[in-house]
Structure formats: structure tokens, C-alpha cells
């Protein structure tokens, strides 16, 4: 069985992790709810289900306001060409249903069969937030609290800079762990 929201709690509580939970009508794309938004100070995200055509699967984390050159990110990863992946395989390796794709689910991804990549964006705001692995509500967490989340899952981050066309460049492990340190 996927985490439930509650589950997720749960965890960021046994890890220590501060959190602010707000429900509200259920929000399918970054363009809805902006009223909602206006209402919660912090960097909103978009977060992007994907397969490559080798068959991996890969979940990018960005601001909202981020734009995302697929084609360029498949050729800096060393990924096949990326399209969206199904509602079936996020279903079974996320444990979320379209309109609800969050970087939280990878609660739900034990076998480590999605590669993480977070938008370098992300940790120009505080807090950041997700949806709580369901697109009712909307979960706020620090930056530096959603690495230690992401590394609890047993999960290691690509971290990518976007520019203003979408095109990406890749941020070296030293850098992004001292720019969080910040």
C-alpha cells in the first residue's frame, strides 16, 4: 500500500522535519489555484512524472515559474528521450495518481526505481511547497528539511540550474550541499 498523507507526516515528524499543511480544493496543474497560492508565502512547485525511452524512470522537482527543456535534460543525464510516464507506472512506483505528482512520493519508491532531480530554483525559497501525495492540500517544508526527506527515502538528487530557455546545466554535489548549508 502507498503512504497516505498521514504516513507522510508521520515521517517528517520522526525525522524532525517542520511542516505546515493546508487543505483546499483539489489543484490538477500549476495554473490552478492561484488564489490558493496567493495565500501561501514561499516557492510553489510543478513537479514532472517522466520514462525515458531506455525505460528509466525520473521525477523532476522545480519551481513552478521554471522552465524545462526536456530534450536538453535527456542529453545532459545521459537518458533517452523523455516523455510523460503513465498514469499506471506512477501509480505503482510513486504510489500517486496524475494531478498529484509531488517530490514526496518518493515515500512510495523503496526500490530506488526513480532518479530524483531537483531544480537548483528550489532553494532560493523558504519554504518550499508540495502536495502531500494528494493534490487536496499543500505541505510546506524547508529546503534543507526536503534534502534531508529526499536522502531519508534513500534517494540521491540530480541537482539542475535551469536558464531562462530551459536549458539545463548540471550543479556539482559540493556545491549544491554548501549552498544548503547556507
Do not use: C, Y
Not at 520514462?51 to 519551481?63: E, F, Q, T, V
Not at 512506483?93 to 530554483?121: K, Q, Y
Amino acid at each position: 500500500m502507498p503512504a497516505t498523507p498521514e504516513d507522510l507526516f508521520a515521517r517528517f515528524d520522526a525525522l524532525a522535519i517542520s511542516h505546515k499543511t493546508i487543505r483546499h480544493r483539489q489543484v490538477f496543474t500549476v495554473g490552478d489555484g492561484a488564489e490558493i497560492k496567493a495565500q501561501m508565502p514561499g516557492g510553489h512547485t510543478k513537479n514532472l512524472f517522466l520514462k525515458d525511452k531506455k525505460g528509466g524512470l525520473w521525477l523532476i522537482s522545480a519551481i513552478a515559474e521554471s522552465r524545462i527543456d526536456l530534450n536538453a535534460v535527456a542529453k545532459l543525464i545521459g537518458a533517452g528521450r523523455l516523455s510523460f510516464g503513465s498514469a499506471d507506472l506512477l501509480l505503482r512506483h510513486l504510489g500517486v495518481t496524475p494531478g498529484s505528482v509531488t517530490v514526496f512520493a518518493v515515500i512510495n519508491d523503496a526500490a530506488g526505481a526513480v532518479r530524483l532531480i531537483l531544480d537548483d530554483a528550489l532553494f532560493a525559497h523558504d519554504p518550499l511547497n508540495f502536495h502531500p501525495l494528494r493534490n487536496d492540500a499543500t505541505t510546506a517544508v524547508s529546503p534543507v528539511d526536503l534534502v534531508r526527506f529526499v536522502h531519508a527515502t534513500g534517494h540521491e538528487p540530480i541537482r539542475l540550474r535551469f536558464d531562462a530557455a530551459g536549458a539545463p546545466s548540471l550543479i556539482e554535489p559540493a556545491a549544491a550541499a554548501a549552498q544548503i548549508e547556507r
